[in-house]
């Protein structure tokens, strides 16, 4: 229960950030340390090839 309302913060937190750096997401994308949160970055910046590699780096078929 606890790991969905962390998941909606973050998730709410990188939307509002995304949208206010379109452009050079890659601050935060460097900020965060869990590959799946960097995937999740990656793909609500639209950055959907960084988002794969990382995926496929980290190895979570998850993610993948």
Do not use: W
């Not at 999740?40 to 993948?64: E, P, Y």
């Amino acid at each position: 229960m606890l790991n969905a309302h962390v998941f909606q913060v973050l998730g709410a937190t990188i939307n509002v950030y995304a949208n206010r750096h379109k452009e050079r997401p890659d601050r935060l994308i460097d900020m965060l340390t869990s590959s799946h949160r960097k995937v999740l970055a990656c793909v609500v910046c639209g950055r959907l090839k960084s988002a794969f590699q990382i995926a496929s780096r980290s190895g979570s078929v998850a993610d993948v």
